[in-house]
């Protein structure tokens, strides 16, 4: 056994060193049927295999998905048989370390702690949490408060941070959520402190902006992210952003039809990095490990005037039929669609409500023909998908088809990640009313791939094609959540 000099020396040093190492597990999860427990437990048992692969790779930090433990399901009562009960971490207590019975309600928790005890690591876990409401307090007709939990582990098993996510993605009803949002994070004994959200948060200014604005640089993202393509994919948000916080970002995802894609990323930077268009069985289970600089990062200067796309002396071809816009959640968006033609340049322009969008595009001239067309599609409402989210979003986007341009399902088609096309270059500008904050770049090409954050450069109201080019497009954004706040976090 270690001495406690051992131990306080083990430390220092890992305070010294200039990096620390973090995983990602994204996670198919296991199903019993009818059975909770056990479901909850063949899960841990698969988290305890990826946490023993990780501690050989010498991981301080590892985050796994949110409801990675089975507990998602629609129906409250259901979903409530996979809840136990977190304990607040001002009680300083080690599951691993409480009696049997203590445990026998805290199955999941208690291995959890063992684990995080036995391989002397950090560990980030999506749980269910439950606790009772006081008639003084709004509460639910089933008397209990159930929370959509991130809980933390310290390398002793001992329960650190819990937090309760904020906002819950509307086919999810059965949680309750906080109010205020939690704004929580937790410090390590390796020099870094983490800030943590969870998954629909990302789309929120609480408490993701609340943390930045404290100044944190790293942050723990559980997920189970549902993926929308081509235009709102797991991966290809989680980089946004990063890169538009200047933060290292380790984010978890289920891996599932629709969900799969975990990442770490360094303002941007992709450090390692997963994404299965069609996750559908345990093969979208992933182990994934970076050594991450403790420094923060920083994204060069981008530049306040928009970049033309290269011009190409030859006239694009534009059909006789495009495609129909199609619709933005239940509301039609506008666009403006042209066919491919190699070597084929120009603009495209639409409007929707009040925002005004420019694209400028170049298509590579050494290809063939594909028969793909791209699309400006803009959008200005608050309609986003199946929720309700007020947002501005100009973007250059593979059509999904001949007849209709946007078509957004969460199906995992890999045909939907597919580009032939290879794009010179392009530029995106929109009137955008936005703060710059709440603004994301984002960037996907051919089979649902990012790329590195060169490849794309910002300013305020424009994105552009940067380094790399040419690349086979599928689609690329200037997407602004117009929520009201106060405050600058960042400037270009």
């Not at 959520?177 to 983490?194: I, R, Y």
């Amino acid at each position: 056994m270690a001495s406690v000099f051992q131990v306080v020396l083990l430390a220092a040093v890992a305070v010294a060193s200039e990096t620390y190492t973090a995983a990602v597990y994204q996670h198919t999860r296991i199903r019993i049927h009818d059975n909770a427990t056990s479901t909850k437990l063949q899960n841990v048992a698969a988290y305890a295999q990826a946490t023993a692969q990780a501690a050989q790779a010498n991981v301080d930090i590892i985050v796994f998905p949110e409801v990675g433990l089975g507990s998602n399901e629609i129906d409250r009562a259901l979903n409530a048989e996979y809840c136990e009960d977190v304990p607040d971490p001002s009680a300083e207590l080690i599951p691993c370390e409480q009696s049997a019975d203590y445990c026998s309600s805290r199955p999941a928790l208690c291995q959890l702690s063992c684990l995080a005890k036995q391989y002397s690591l950090y560990m980030v876990v999506g749980m269910n949490d439950i606790k009772p409401c006081s008639p003084s307090q709004p509460c639910p007709k089933d008397n209990r408060l159930l929370f959509n939990t991130g809980v933390v582990f310290d390398r002793k098993g001992m329960v650190i941070q819990r937090y309760h996510k904020k906002h819950i993605f509307s086919p999810f009803p059965v949680f309750d959520v906080p109010t205020p949002a939690e704004v929580k994070s937790f410090d390590t004994d390796f020099g870094v402190e983490f800030g943590i959200f969870i998954c629909f948060d990302m789309l929120f200014p609480d408490p993701p902006l609340e943390l930045i604005k404290q100044g944190l640089k790293h942050y723990v993202f559980p997920t189970s992210w549902v993926n929308v393509p081509p235009l709102l994919t797991a991966t290809q948000y989680q980089q946004a952003w990063s890169r538009s916080f200047n933060t290292t970002l380790i984010a978890s995802n289920t891996g599932a039809v629709a969900t799969s894609g975990s990442g770490i990323y360094s303002c941007g930077t992709i450090q390692t990095v997963f994404f299965n268009a069609s996750g559908e069985d345990a093969s979208d289970s992933k182990l994934l490990v970076a050594t991450i600089p403790k420094a923060s990062c920083q994204q060069p200067a981008a530049s306040d005037t928009p970049v033309e796309a290269k011009a190409v002396p030859r006239p694009s071809h534009v059909d006789d039929a495009p495609p129909k816009c199609g619709l933005i959640g239940i509301e039609e968006c506008a666009c403006s669609v042209v066919k491919m033609t190699p070597g084929a340049s120009g603009t495209l322009t639409a409007q929707h409500k009040n925002l005004q969008c420019k694209a400028n595009y170049s298509f590579a001239s050494d290809q063939p023909e594909t028969g793909e067309y791209y699309g400006l599609i803009v959008y200005s409402g608050t309609e986003w998908f199946i929720e309700s989210l007020p947002i501005q979003y100009c973007s250059l986007v593979k059509c999904t088809s001949n007849e209709t341009c946007v078509v957004t399902s969460t199906s995992d088609d890999p045909t939907k990640y597919s580009a032939s096309t290879l794009v010179e270059g392009w530029s995106i500008t929109g009137n955008y009313t936005a703060h710059v904050e709440q603004q994301f770049p984002l960037l996907v090409v051919d089979g649902g791939a990012i790329l590195p954050p060169n490849a794309l450069s910002q300013g305020y109201n424009t994105i552009s094609s940067g380094s790399g080019w040419p690349q086979r497009l599928l689609h690329t954004a200037l997407l602004a959540r117009t929520w009201n706040t106060t405050g600058r976090v960042r400037e270009f």
